[in-house]
């Protein structure tokens, strides 16, 4: 499957499976045009992120090709991961 990483600020996630890249990076874009607005998106272990973009923050993106996880669906009701997911 396809992975895709988002650094913010130095600090990356991987983004959960079936988020739109396109439609973040142009919230993202958006977001830079303000003074500060917040993005939401999903990542891996179907957790809800919220970050803080604003025109002076630095956004990476990279794709990669891994093993298929079931669990990655995207769906932020469904969390996993964590101390205690074995």
Do not use: H, W
């Not at 607005?37 to 891996?44: E, G, K, L, T």
């Not at 973009?53 to 769906?75: A, C, K, L, M, Y």
């Amino acid at each position: 499957m396809v992975r895709t990483e988002v650094a913010i600020d130095g600090r990356s996630s991987f983004l959960a499976q079936g988020q739109d890249l396109d439609d973040l990076k142009r919230r993202i874009e958006a977001a830079m045009s303000t003074p500060g607005r917040f993005v939401d998106f999903v990542i891996v272990g179907n957790r809800s992120v919220s970050v803080l973009i604003s025109p002076r923050s630095q956004v990476v993106f990279s794709i990669e090709t891994v093993q298929f996880d079931p669990r990655d669906t995207g769906n932020d009701q469904q969390p996993f991961g964590g101390l205690y997911d074995y």
